[in-house]
Nanobody, 115 residues
């Protein structure tokens, strides 16, 4: 069973920055794709960014040029650097990883962007 521990969320003013972290442990198959999703109140969960085991990345159009996903394979940790935050970035952010045939979700960390 893979465990995910997220950190780094909080309250920030528009235009500010936050860095989210998601540390994983317990994988027997290794960690493959790692990604960040978010869910705003009343909305569906959506993909924010994803990074493959080889380092290839993909971003939602709404965050391109502002967010950067990265991973430290030695630490089995994925990061999301969020710059130029906007009010519409307010959401609960979830880490998701795949390991073997399974996918695992973190508990979510809230990000609130204020004006």
């Amino acid at each position: 069973q893979v465990q995910l521990v997220e950190s780094g969320g909080g309250l920030v003013q528009a235009g500010g920055s936050l860095r989210l972290s998601c540390a994983t442990s317990g994988s027997s198959f290794g960690i493959h794709a790692m990604g960040w999703y978010r869910q705003a109140p009343g909305e569906q969960r959506e993909l924010v960014a994803i990074i493959s085991s080889g380092g290839s990345t993909n971003y939602a159009d709404s965050v391109k040029g502002r967010f950067t996903i990265s991973r430290d394979n030695a630490k089995n940790t994925v990061y999301l650097q969020m710059n130029s935050l906007k009010l519409e970035d307010t959401a609960v952010y979830y880490c998701r990883v795949t390991s073997g045939p399974n996918a695992y979700w973190g508990q979510g960390t809230p990000v609130t962007v204020s004006s």
